[in-house]
């Protein structure tokens, strides 16, 4: 500590100055409640006025838990803004789906399960994905087989979200599936399949949003304007689900920077 500054700083407890005594033993326990502040003063005279900490870059997490950034979005494609009606009337739709969700939770949740319905743990990251998006999308196979096409096999192309799923999912497996499947978007193209269960996930994201929830949602909409932009043929019904995210993120959960400006 700087000469003076410890006349800036009086003590609380009246303890007089202590020296360093050549026989000092921290190991030995303090007799009275005098020599245990005296000791207390002896370690933190020994304490260097700067600590630099080592730190080992290799147990450094890969993935940060929360991914913060202020940019916004980019616009849509000339002559795809969509308008402040449609915008407005989409978070109008989309709060009735939770309402109701809300409201019909319990019931949905009580109903059994198909047979060939195994919800992942809330940590199977790679689980998950092929849950919701199918082996055939997650590993990028083109076409299904002739024996596939006889019948649907949920396997391949992926469980919809239907509420007797989403209503037994809690909130922290709510994040993580959103959070894996934002990981997944984030390097792939959009699809029917990721648009249906992002809508669901957000349905049943409850608010206020905690930080991790917000940095997501926000994340998300960074790429669909992305995705939106590179949208290469112009696909009306493509661009429409992307903007439609957007709007949600934006305007229903009070993200408004990064909101579409109304065409």
């Known amino acids: 500590m700087e000469p003076g500054a410890e006349d800036l700083m009086p003590r609380l407890l009246p303890v007089g100055d202590c020296d360093l005594d050549e026989d000092f033993d921290p190991t030995v326990p303090p007799r009275t ?11 933190a005279a020994r304490c260097p006025d700067v600590v630099v900490a080592q730190i080992d870059p290799r147990k450094l997490k890969k993935k940060p838990t929360v ?11 000339e002559g795809y803004s969509p308008t402040l009606k449609w915008q ?8 009735a789906v939770r309402q ?10 009580s109903q059994h399960l198909d047979s060939n319905v195994t919800m992942p743990k809330s940590e199977d990251e790679e689980g998950w994905k092929k849950f919701c998006l199918g082996e055939r999308i997650y590993s990028e196979i083109d076409a299904l087989s002739d024996n596939e096409n006889l019948g649907i096999d949920y396997m391949k192309v ?31 193209k959009f699809t029917p399949e990721l648009g249906r269960w992002l809508y669901a996930l957000l349905a049943c994201l409850e608010k206020p949003l905690l930080p991790e929830a917000h940095s997501l949602i926000r994340q998300l909409a960074r790429r669909c304007s992305e995705v939106r932009v590179l949208e290469e043929n112009k696909n009306e019904e493509q661009i429409s689900a ?8 934006s305007r229903y959960f009070d993200q408004r920077d990064l909101a579409d400006e109304p065409s």
């Open 88 to 95: 407005q009337q989409q978070v109008a739709n989309f709060s």
């Open 33 to 43: 409640p005098q020599e245990y502040l005296k000791r207390v003063q002896i370690e």
């Open 100 to 109: 109701s969700l809300n409201k019909h939770r319990n019931h949905w949740r």
């Open 67 to 77: 991914n913060i950034s202020i940019s916004g979005c980019q616009p849509a494609p």
């Open 242 to 249: 992307l903007s439609l995210i957007i709007c949600l993120v």
């Open 158 to 188: 992926g469980f919809p979200p239907l509420l007797s799923i989403v209503s037994r999912m809690n909130q922290a497996t709510v994040t993580s599936v959103l959070e894996y499947l934002i990981s997944w978007f984030g390097e792939k």
